[in-house]
């Protein structure tokens, strides 16, 4: 299979954390999006959203979108509980990254590490987006001061949506330091078997 993803993304990092912990060899195919190597005739046949990461299988299939590949590749392994329930929260939690969660600590990240101009709206719209992002947070470390992981105590795919950007949200200029079950969470996180930095990428 290949994957089709920019270093510096923290979506295409949850795919390659998860590739890892399952010891599943790729080929990996870097596009730089800030040169728009995502907009071409070629990728835009691939993926007419434009964006990474993607993954093609080995048959040509291809999925966009991080956390179905994160689904796709966590089915039938201990990553994605077989309990109906369990399964649902799995599900919960990844909705919850998607809407509540990247839309904006992800995205400070992005503008603040890759040079977008700061105009007046976008600097109010940093100012909107920590307080969501902050909002976020709050949610996280009321549930995981009384979890280990995010369902039934079990490190699932839910961890590794969450993990990829709240690892980082210093980059976006987040103050972890209120929320010791994050951080502690975080450190659990970080030391399971397999696990990859983000920073660790194939072919680098």
């Known amino acids: 299979m290949r994957l089709y ?3 510096c993304s923290g979506n295409g990092y949850k795919v390659r954390l998860m590739l890892a912990l399952l010891g599943q060899g790729y ?3 870097p596009l730089d999006i800030d040169k728009a190597e995502t907009r071409t005739p070629e990728f835009l046949a691939k993926n007419p959203n434009g964006r990474i990461p993607l993954l093609e299988l080995d048959d040509g299939r291809l999925l966009p979108e991080s956390n179905a590949i994160l689904h796709y590749l966590a089915d039938g ?3 994605l509980p077989a309990d109906r ?3 649902a929260q799995v599900l919960q939690w990844m909705f919850f990254e998607q809407y509540s969660h990247e839309p904006n600590i992800a995205t400070v990240r992005f503008w603040l590490t890759h040079g977008v101009e700061m ?3 976008r600097e109010e719209s940093v100012v909107q987006k920590r307080i969501a992002g902050y ?4 949610v996280m470390e009321a549930h995981l001061a009384l979890n280990r992981f995010f369902v039934a105590d079990t490190y699932t795919v839910a961890d590794i949506a969450l993990y990829a950007y709240t690892h980082v949200a210093h980059e976006g200029g987040f103050d972890l330091e209120p929320y010791p079950s994050v951080l502690a969470w975080l450190s659990r996180v970080a030391a399971r078997p397999g696990h990859v930095a983000i920073t660790e990428v194939p072919g680098r």
Do not use: C
Not at 135 to 138: K, N, P, Q, Y
């Open 5 to 7: 993803d920019d270093p």
């Open 27 to 29: 080929e990996y195919i």
């Open 77 to 79: 392994t201990a990553y």
């Open 85 to 87: 329930f369990g399964h």
């Open 119 to 121: 105009t007046p709206w």
């Open 135 to 138: 909002a976020a947070l709050d």
